[in-house]
């Protein structure tokens, strides 16, 4: 038994983390920025701290995790969310085991540029890119392809991301005060995986296809596949730079079955809710040396929220609804648990914050959930 500090307690992901490593006999604290966030009415978390927010208030905050891991005896610190480029840099302050990789590494997963270039080292697939920093590149960029996808280099739930746009309407809608990529269109169907790594080896993993989202990129509902290419695609990069950490990859499987892959985030994703019914998934964290552990159900897991709120406007609008309603009736709820209903109940309280955030900075919900917590290479 372990005493493990979590941050990100706002993601379902956290919550359900949460949930498998109580389960497993471990005492579960939590450090989040965000009051009244999904996990903290959960009877699986021992003690909630509110700390500063880790973007706007980064030394306060890195202080308020030292003081909770030593008052704590905290063994394991486990970032979820993109708090975790703000937790590294105080990597060797932190008088624990954080299960994350140092910033410098991180940095060549989550900026756009940087994988796109660090998959190409290792041999791996990944759309041709071009980096975007100005008006000549972008012209340069619709010269060299009929078909493209532009997106900043560091973004997020593809919220600014323009699929097969005109010059024209690339040219009104990019701003060069960031810089950008551009990536060759790649048609097919989009996967998206999850991995816990420890020292270069992949010991658990979930691949799902992403069939509905909230906005253009956030999946909502999971269905568990195996796809063998895409773990020997993250096998070997992790193998490359012998990442220890949670690892998620978003893949297009091309007509001729090539997955290619399209961005990284070098944290924990929906690819969790897959892998917590797995009783050795919690030991995954643990014990660099286990089999890798893989999903063990068959039925689809889903945030039953945003499928109502998303999906079932998408689904209407791409004349899908019998898979959505399949989908619908078939999962099970990633936030419901009948041992731990409160979250379930007081979700509105995050839902609400982030409605209300997103109003007063004039952004969307989705970028409001992030805006204490994301990292733009700063």
């Known amino acids: 038994m372990a005493n493990v500090l979590f941050t990100g307690g706002r993601a379902p992901v956290t919550l359900d983390l949460a949930r498998a490593f109580h389960r497993a006999g ?21 003690q909630n701290f509110v700390v500063p927010a880790p973007r706007q208030e980064t030394e306060a905050f890195l202080s308020s995790l030292k003081w909770i891991v030593e008052e704590n005896q905290i063994e394991l610190l486990i970032p979820t969310c993109e708090e975790v480029f703000h937790v590294v840099k ?46 000549d590149a972008l012209s340069d960029a619709f010269a060299r392809w009929q078909r493209l996808v532009l997106k900043p280099v ?5 919220s600014r991301t323009l699929v097969l746009p005109t010059l024209r309407e690339a040219l009104a809608t990019l701003t060069f005060d960031r810089t950008w ?10 996967f998206c995986s999850y991995s816990v790594c420890q ?20 999946t909502i509902a999971f269905q568990p596949s195996e796809h063998a290419q895409i773990f020997q695609w993250v096998q070997t ?23 290619y892959a399209l961005e990284c985030n070098p944290r924990a994703t929906s690819g969790v809710h897959l892998l917590t019914s797995n009783p050795r998934f919690v030991e995954s964290f643990f014990n660099s040396g286990i089999d890798c552990v893989r999903p063990t159900q068959t039925s689809p ?39 731990d209903p409160l979250p379930f109940f007081l979700q509105w309280r995050s839902i609400l914050a982030y409605l209300t955030l997103g109003m007063r900075q004039k952004i969307s919900a989705l970028e409001a959930s992030t805006f204490d917590i994301e990292w733009n290479g700063e």
């Open 154 to 158: 560091y973004s997020r739930f593809a």
């Open 181 to 190: 990529i551009a990536q060759e269109f790649v048609p097919g169907r989009q």
């Open 199 to 218: 020292e270069g080896r992949v010991v658990a993993h979930a691949v799902y296809p992403a069939i509905f989202t909230a906005g253009q990129g956030a």
């Open 237 to 259: 990069l992790v193998n490359h730079f012998k990442v220890t950490g949670q690892m998620a990859f978003d893949f297009i499987e091309s007509p001729d079955g090539e997955a």
């Open 90 to 135: 105080g990597l060797e302050s932190l008088p624990c085991r954080v299960f994350a990789e140092p910033l410098d590494k991180l940095n060549l997963f989550h900026n756009k540029w940087n994988f796109a270039n660090s998959a190409r080292a290792c041999g791996l697939l990944a759309p041709d890119t071009l980096l975007i920093a100005d008006k």
């Open 301 to 339: 897991r889903m945030l039953s929220s945003a499928m109502l709120i998303y999906g079932l406007t998408d689904a209407l609008k791409k004349r899908s609804l019998g898979l959505w309603l399949k989908t619908f009736l078939q999962g099970d709820d990633v936030i419901w648990d009948l041992r």
């Open 26 to 46: 471990h005492n579960v604290f939590m450090a989040e920025s965000s009051r009244g966030h999904l996990s903290q009415p959960s009877n699986a978390i021992k």
